[in-house]
């Protein structure tokens, strides 16, 4: 579903990105973890097309991510092309950024209206039960100032949903949130994964990675230091930078 070779992006002279190797199956669940600055969000956001990358390659789906290969020749998408290959992709930030004069409702039923054109009263339908699936039937018509941290979380995760992604991009989605809140949202996560769903997690919430990760991957100073499954990575990390790490978060 993903597959990243010899990643690269930099800001200015700044390399933020040094060359990532990864590879994320169908229905795989890949959590990343690292120190702050370490490149998570940017590798996130080269994935979504929210930032290009300088050298590598990147595939989503099938599709070389921004381009098309031609003769051994990279040629740049039309905006048109690169538009179609972001609906594969849904993302799901730290802050919710919800449209505040929308309700929940309206939040999860305006990309499928607007985007995909599909008829209001379809939107709406399967907009109530993207709500209920994230366990927010009954707030539909709430405005996000009248939800939770934890509520406007999960609105953002059905308001991706309602997309039809192949891929699920969370960036360190439960971290604004009141420690009473995460569970809510870890839940609906989990229940995610459980459907099937391809996902990349950057987390530090450990007991997800351990539980629902097919496979833990940290970074830091913009490479892969160490990747496997959450076991070998938490029980027996092979690099002093991952032991460091780990002994701050743990
Ligand atoms: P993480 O998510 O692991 O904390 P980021 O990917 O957000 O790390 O940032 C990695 C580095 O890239 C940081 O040093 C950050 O300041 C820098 N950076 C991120 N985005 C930009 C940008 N748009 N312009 C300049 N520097 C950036
Ligand atoms: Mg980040």
Redesign the pocket.
Known sequence: MVRSEGVCKS?GR?D?LKGIDLEVMPGEVMCVI?P???????FLRCINHLEKINAGRLWVNGHLVGYRERGGKLHELRESEVAAQRRDIGMVFQRFNLFPHMTALENVMEAPVQVRRIPRAKAREAAVALLERVGLADKARSYPSQLSGGQQQRVAIARALAMEPALMLFDEPTSALDPELVGEVLEVMKQLAVDGMTMIVVTHEMGFAREVGDSLVF?DGGVVVEKGTPREVLANPRHQRTQDFLSKVL
């Open positions: 800001f700044l933020v690292g702050s600055g370490s490149g998570k969000s940017t970074m």
